[in-house]
């Protein structure tokens, strides 16, 4: 067999979940939720909605943290934006992919278009889905051109939801196809800090669901998707698949994903936790040196702005900087432009500098060091591990109280008891 029969063979084959992969994916998958009902009250959300509400037809699927309901190629669109839109959505940091994000948000339209299907039939299909978004950007060996939620988890989302389409094996092959045929989205949204980042989760995640819907109707699609001569590694990510796809059904990613303590991009997380750890106050940092490796330094070391948008100062490491020796924690109600303009902000901002370091892997985030002009002396802080991060997660404590933030953002309540009723459509 070809890597790519072997890939599209465990997605649409039986899975046998560990209870270990298990937990994780339904922890994963309550935080996805969560951050995606926040997401509701967040910049253009409420555009994105209006635009969404007239695409398809049929069955209508809950939009996270909103009294709403749409079909399920505008609400995969709809709950996709708002579960990237705060930078807050989990990443499996090897793979610079969010992977979490859009097969939640295409997985749940899918789920909720057929009237809700069987909830441990949702769950495998979930961690199908986000095994092969994580594999697809551990092969990679270039370093980032295209956004990998965009397309690594538009790939993991469409076989997840072929899996609830109850296709036939066959078939699977057509979905892949037409999903790599949909693939979109390039870093220059993150470059510019445009809302254009999440718009190109909620795109992948619709195109998701209308490659299942297209197949389903009877539609092929290429077959050589993975390799081919414009397939995905030729033409999105150099690399080899091979060996990775071996691994699948054996080597589990999804417990190797990262949760975000902080509605922000993932590369400035190491230097918000040094200031936390630190307890660093307006009154004691003199100066901040943080020296990263090249990604990191690429993703967040921008100026900050005065009329910066808030999609820009969530990927703004001087402005993250400043509001958490301030504030302590970062709260998305802060992203507005008195914050940005505020001169205590601006003022702490200029005291830290971005090094690049030697590290010549172009997708680590890690490791980290930070070293602290002090109020009396000088502090050094080394980081082999980001907070959230499977080597350093969050405490219980910690996560329950990001999720108790999430639901008080919500436009209205949500009942994260249950993920998988909320994923599935099916009660326990």
């Given at each position: 067999m070809t890597a790519t029969a072997d890939l599209l063979a465990f997605a649409a084959g039986p899975v046998n979940l560990p209870a270990a992969v298990r937990a994780a994916a339904l922890m994963l998958l309550g935080d996805t939720l969560a951050v995606g009902a926040a997401g509701s009250t967040a910049p253009g959300?409420?555009?994105v909605l209006a635009a969404a509400t007239g695409w398809?037809?049929?069955?209508?699927?809950?939009?996270?943290?909103?009294?709403?309901?749409?079909?399920?190629?505008?609400?995969?669109?709809?709950?996709?934006?708002?579960?990237h839109c705060l930078e807050w959505d989990a990443v499996h940091e090897p793979a610079v992919v969010h992977a979490m994000s859009v097969v939640t948000a295409a997985l749940h339209a899918s789920c909720h278009a057929r009237g809700g299907v069987d909830r441990e039939d949702a769950l495998a299909a979930l961690v199908v889905?986000?095994?092969?978004?994580?594999?697809?950007?551990?092969?990679?060996?270039?370093?980032l051109r295209f956004f990998r939620p965009a397309t690594a988890g538009l790939i993991g989302a469409a076989l997840a939801c072929a899996r609830i389409a109850g296709l036939p094996s066959?078939?699977?092959?057509?979905?892949?196809?037409?999903?790599?045929?949909?693939?979109?989205?390039?870093?220059?949204?993150?470059?510019?800090?445009?809302?254009?980042?999440?718009?190109q989760v909620a795109a992948a995640a619709r195109a998701a669901v209308t490659a299942v819907d297209l197949v389903a109707a009877g539609l092929p699609g290429p077959h050589d998707a993975l390799m081919g001569p414009f397939g995905y590694f030729p033409l999105f990510d150099a690399g080899d698949p091979?060996?990775?796809?071996?691994?699948?059904?054996?080597?589990?990613?999804i417990p190797e994903i990262s949760i975000k303590p902080w509605p922000s991009g993932r590369a400035s997380h190491a230097t918000l936790r040094a200031i936390a750890t630190l307890g660093a106050t307006r009154d004691d940092v003199r100066a901040i040196a943080a020296y990263v490796p090249p990604l990191v330094k690429r993703l967040v070391d921008r100026p900050i702005r005065p009329d910066m948008a808030p999609s820009y100062a969530r990927l703004c490491l001087p402005f993250?900087?400043?509001?958490?020796?301030?504030?302590?924690?970062?709260?998305?109600?802060?992203?507005?432009?008195?914050?940005?303009?505020?001169?205590?902000?601006?003022?702490?901002?200029?005291?830290?500098?971005?090094?690049?370091?030697?590290?010549v892997d172009p997708n680590a985030l890690i490791p980290q060091k930070h070293v602290f002009d002090w109020h009396d002396g000088r502090i050094e802080i080394e980081q082999p591990a980001?907070?959230?991060?499977?080597?350093?997660?969050?405490?219980?404590?910690?996560?329950?109280?990001?999720?108790?933030?999430?639901?008080?953002?919500?436009?209205?309540?949500?009942?994260?008891?249950?993920?998988?009723?909320?994923?599935?459509?099916?009660?326990?």
């Open positions: 959300a409420d555009g398809g037809a049929g069955a209508a699927v809950p939009i996270l943290g909103r009294a709403v309901r749409l079909p399920a190629a505008g609400a995969a669109f709809a709950n996709g934006y708002q579960i889905g986000v095994e092969i978004a994580c594999l697809l950007g551990v092969a990679a060996t270039s370093p066959e078939r699977f092959a057509d979905v892949l196809g037409l999903a790599h045929a949909q693939c979109a989205g390039t870093m220059q949204a993150h470059v510019e800090g445009s809302l254009a980042l999440p718009l091979t060996a990775e796809i071996a691994t699948l059904g054996r080597h589990w990613r993250l900087t400043a509001l958490m020796v301030i504030d302590g924690h970062i709260d998305p109600r802060r992203f507005h432009s008195e914050t940005f303009t505020d001169p205590e902000v601006l003022r702490i901002a200029a005291l830290l500098t971005v090094h690049q370091d030697a590290n980001t907070l959230g991060s499977p080597a350093s997660p969050l405490t219980a404590e910690a996560h329950a109280a990001k999720l108790a933030l999430a639901v008080e953002l919500a436009a209205v309540p949500i009942d994260l008891s249950d993920p998988l009723t909320l994923l599935s459509g099916t009660p326990a």
